[in-house]
């Protein structure tokens, strides 16, 4: 049945791209970026330097900056001071193609912004021989977690081919079960959301309800994901599943470019959907 399937999901994946069919189908497995992205040889970038009490920060997916090196990085930077914005979380697609240089224009545009950021791999960071190698020299890992103030406990999960894997569900349960802060997962591909179908949903079904379960079940707040240029809301479970919209350039495929904004203040959480024009 898969290699009957593969024919017709590449194109959809793939469609526009300047892409490496040899990468995309040969890439490094889920299971080798995590091993590798867990074995310290990666380390995970340092905690935000915020006010315990009360601090704001940004999730969104996919600034997907393109062969014209365009994107509205710069755009977002314009609301860091003005809504005291203290760091931001990229959920995958940091480029479109995966390219030299869209790969340096998005590490220059994510410094611009002059304050902390953190990413993850999408599946178009993978779209180039070497893609992984370049996300990696320039980004870090992409599963890991950032504990914030001893408060919130950021998570990001690698499902940049659309898979958790044995490797990371076993450093999940151990990073949801070590302590107490209050849980924020960041990922690529979105867990639950009945009215999209597989390709653009985490693809195995047995994986969806595990995480889900594991994330009720250990109390997380909420699982952001980008991937689909557009922004959704539901709870499930008690945990709250966020797409988070997109910072890509252009006529998005589902509706305006935009963020989602988490304020922690009173030992709990709060959010908006932040639009730009």
Avoid at 176 to 182: E, Q, S, V
Wanted: aromatic share 10%.
């Amino acid at each position: 049945m898969t290699s009957r399937i593969i024919p017709l999901v590449l194109p959809l994946l793939l469609a526009g791209c300047a892409w490496d069919l040899d990468q995309v189908v040969c890439h490094p497995s889920v299971e080798e970026r995590a091993r590798e992205s867990l074995s310290g040889e990666l380390p995970a970038p340092a905690p935000p330097e915020v006010l315990p009490d009360s601090f704001r920060f940004a999730m969104f997916g996919d600034p997907q900056v393109n062969a014209d090196l365009e994107h509205r990085l710069g755009r977002f930077a314009r609301d860091v001071e003005s809504l005291g914005i203290d760091f931001f979380c990229v959920l995958g697609d940091l480029t479109h193609d995966a390219t030299q240089a869209e790969v340096a224009e998005a590490r220059r545009a994510l410094d611009a912004t002059g304050i902390p950021w953190y990413v993850t791999a999408g599946n178009h960071d993978l779209y180039q021989d070497d893609g992984w190698q370049r996300f990696k020299d320039s980004f870090g890992p992409s599963c890991y977690s950032v504990a914030v103030a001893g408060r919130v406990k950021l998570i990001f999960l690698d499902t940049a081919d659309g898979t958790v894997g044995a490797t990371q569900f076993a450093w999940l349960e151990e990073q949801l079960a070590a302590d107490d802060l209050i849980k924020v997962f960041g990922t690529h591909f979105p867990c639950c959301d009945g009215s999209l179908p597989s390709l653009y949903r985490l693809g195995g079904t047995a994986e969806r309800y595990k995480l889900q379960h594991l994330l009720q079940d250990h109390g997380a707040w909420g699982i952001v994901a980008g991937h689909i240029h557009g922004w959704r809301h539901v709870v499930a479970g008690g945990v709250h599943h966020f797409i988070a919209g997109s910072m890509a350039p252009g006529r998005l495929d589902d509706g305006t470019p935009g963020y989602l904004l988490i304020t922690f203040a009173g030992d709990s959480l709060s959010w908006n959907k932040v639009e730009l024009e």
